[in-house]
């Protein structure tokens, strides 16, 4: 959730490296921001409330001579967003940035006021910056202090900390959220996320749990937790830096709800055989392999699929949506049983698990809390475990036994978008090799959605063109206290995902319904208030859905459909039409969110709201 840069060198001045890597992790929280850095032999701390322009302008005028530093923007979990929760945390000689739960605070908190320890925060950060002071008092060694601390924390955290009495030193530690070391030339970063330090170098070590850095002019030394030193491997990243840049738009979101056209086709573009008419997961570069024991892969993937006799695909927020749309696709292509859950149930409940249940996690930043937690869950139960991620060697990715790719470039913006897209695109495609093996699809089927998927790209352009649509009707749709999103079948997902986009971004009351459920309950809810957003593409369920639309319009609800193509009928029981290109009902669903997305962006832009950064969320979600 939070985001943390440490540096360490002499090529750059330190307060521009940490708050250009600030900038690139604002997304990751935004309530507060802080750093702490050398000057001679000083260190100054400087924080702000609020976004991250308030600590530039803080320190505009001010010149640090480093070597290290460390700085923070936070998503507040314990106390308020203020100033004086923010990061850095000072305890004696140590500064510290923290990002994470400590899940045993009130008992620190208890013991440090016995010992007469004043606290100045109502953080749980500040507490571990006590405890490292107090045992840095004792060992005279940065690295020796941290490491004494580690045992007597519990939950799952990540901190970088100086020390007063050595500029040359920065130690950190991960055990849960992601840290990251850049290697540079003369300098060495320890970020939360490539992107921040990505314009210095493309080369970076991967930290694991419970491991433990020690970073000065001579190198990076990294040890386990109990203090032997790991040799770890650099890579190399193939993202240039200029992917974490707007290019000319507005805001991260549109460039990224633009970009859908292009990472579709990324996310499809590894699988297709040589022949462009069908897939093959599993040789490609990124695809599919099981590992054996000397984590080779092995060439046995459609021998383990056809094995396969049960699906569970475990997910947060965007994902989880694009996992009920696998589940649709999935049972009926494989025909094989297909559940989806929520990943902070799927992690507290006793699931029942089979040896041949695949699990599949979906996770955009590889990084949320409750899907890790759900996948180490299934690993422990003995289920072969794939995961959907976009971002390479994040902790899930890392994790899981099978590995398929978002493929679409860093997503900034907090709301979801080309990550859902690319993932429904993964989905299908997994469906086709999951489905063969299971000797369910014939060859001609196979084509037909191979050719619905390579027609995508140019379809999506089609659809894209909605975006100065909702720009100007952006006003008009202001006055609705409310949207109800519905569909049915495949479409009931995307209802799902629309009503998400349209909260996280409006904060107006936004629902996703079974459109045959509303009759149910939900029908009273309908006035002429409220917006109802009615997803009928031409598939099997179509006339069944325009009925459940001839009732709510009964009812005196604002009708806005979506149909395919040039739908009179439709269009004559409606407000607003959005047309979408007649396709196979199965790539539907990718073509059908993009409208609902930019409906939501405009909205929330005419409303005056901060569409990258809505309150109170962050894009990675790493604490419980
Ligand atoms: O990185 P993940 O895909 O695991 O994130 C899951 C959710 O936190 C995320 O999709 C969230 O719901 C988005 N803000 C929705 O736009």
Request: glycine letters at 8%; proline letters at 4%.
């Amino acid at each position: 959730m939070c985001g943390i840069v440490g540096y360490l060198g002499s090529e750059h001045d330190p307060k521009d490296v940490i708050l250009a890597g600030l900038e690139k992790l604002e997304y990751r929280g935004y309530d507060s921001a802080g750093m702490a850095v050398f000057n001679g032999n000083q260190i100054e701390r400087i924080r702000a409330q609020g976004k991250l322009i308030y600590l530039k302008n803080k320190v505009q005028d001010k010149k640090f001579t480093g070597p290290a530093g460390i700085g923070h923007t936070r998503w507040a979990t314990h106390g308020k967003p203020s100033e004086s929760n923010a990061h850095p945390h000072q305890a004696g000689v140590i500064h510290l940035v923290h990002n994470g739960i400590i899940e045993n605070d009130d008992h620190i908190r208890k013991q440090l006021k016995a010992e007469g320890v004043t606290l100045t925060s109502d953080t749980d950060s500040e507490l571990v910056a006590h405890l490292i002071n107090r045992a840095y008092a004792v060992h005279k060694d940065l690295f020796l202090a941290v490491k004494s601390v580690l045992p007597s924390l519990k939950g799952a955290f990540s901190i970088v900390v100086i020390c007063q009495d050595n500029p040359q030193e920065l130690v950190a530690f991960k055990d849960g959220p992601p840290l990251i070391i850049g290697i540079g030339q003369g300098e060495t970063f320890i970020v939360s996320d490539v992107a921040a330090s990505l314009q210095y170098t493309d080369k970076y070590i991967y930290l694991d749990d419970r491991e433990i850095v020690k970073v000065t002019p001579q190198g990076v030394k990294i040890f386990s937790q109990a203090g032997i030193e790991l040799r770890k491997e650099i890579n190399q990243i193939s993202w240039s830096a200029d992917v974490v840049e707007k290019r000319g738009f507005s805001h991260f979101m549109l460039k990224e709800i633009h970009e859908q056209a292009q990472s579709v086709a990324q996310a499809l573009e590894p699988h297709l055989n040589e022949q462009r008419t069908g897939i093959t997961l599993a040789h490609q570069l990124d695809g599919l392999h099981f590992l054996n024991h000397n984590n080779q892969p092995e060439i046995v993937f459609e021998k383990a699929l056809n094995d396969i006799d049960r699906v569970i695909i475990v997910a947060c927020g965007t994902s989880y949506y694009a996992g009920l749309v696998g589940q649709y696709m999935i049972e009926k292509f494989s025909k094989t049983p297909c559940s989806v859950e929520v990943a902070s149930e799927f992690r507290y409940r006793d699931p029942v698990v089979s040896k041949n249940t695949l699990f599949i996690s979906i996770s955009q930043s590889g990084e949320t809390a409750d899907t890790l937690a759900a996948i180490r869950l299934a690993k422990s139960k003995g289920v072969k475990t794939l995961s959907i991620c976009n971002v390479k060697n994040s902790t899930i990715d890392r994790e899981a036994d099978i590995h398929l790719y978002m493929n679409c470039g860093p997503e900034i913006g907090v709301a979801s978008t080309k990550a859902f897209t690319s993932t429904l695109t993964v989905l299908s495609v997994f469906c086709i090799e999951f489905s063969k093996a299971k000797k369910q699809l014939d060859l001609k089927s196979e084509q037909q959605w191979v050719e619905g998927l390579l027609a995508l790209p140019s379809q999506i352009e089609v659809v894209l063109a909605y975006d100065k649509y909702f720009s100007d009707a952006s006003d008009a749709l202001k006055k609705y206290h409310g949207f109800l999103f519905m569909g049915r079948g495949v479409m009931y997902p995307i209802a799902l995902e629309g009503a998400l986009k349209m909260k996280e971004l409006t904060y107006l009351h936004a629902e996703g319904y079974p459109a045959g459920e509303m009759k149910h309950g939900p029908l009273a809810l309908i006035d002429e208030d409220m917006a109802v957003v009615m997803l009928a593409p031409r598939d099997e369920l179509y006339e069944k859905t325009v009925s459940n639309l001839q009732e709510v319009k009964a009812r005196g609800a604002k009708i806005i459909s979506l149909g395919s193509g040039d739908d009179e009928n439709l269009k004559s029981l409606s407000d607003r039409y959005l047309a979408i290109p007649k396709v196979s009902s199965w790539v539907d669903p990718i073509l059908a969110v993009i409208p609902l997305q930019l409906m939501a962006f405009h909205l929330a832009q005419s409303l005056g709201y901060d569409v990258d950064q809505p309150r109170n969320l962050a894009k990675s979600v790493t604490v419980e």
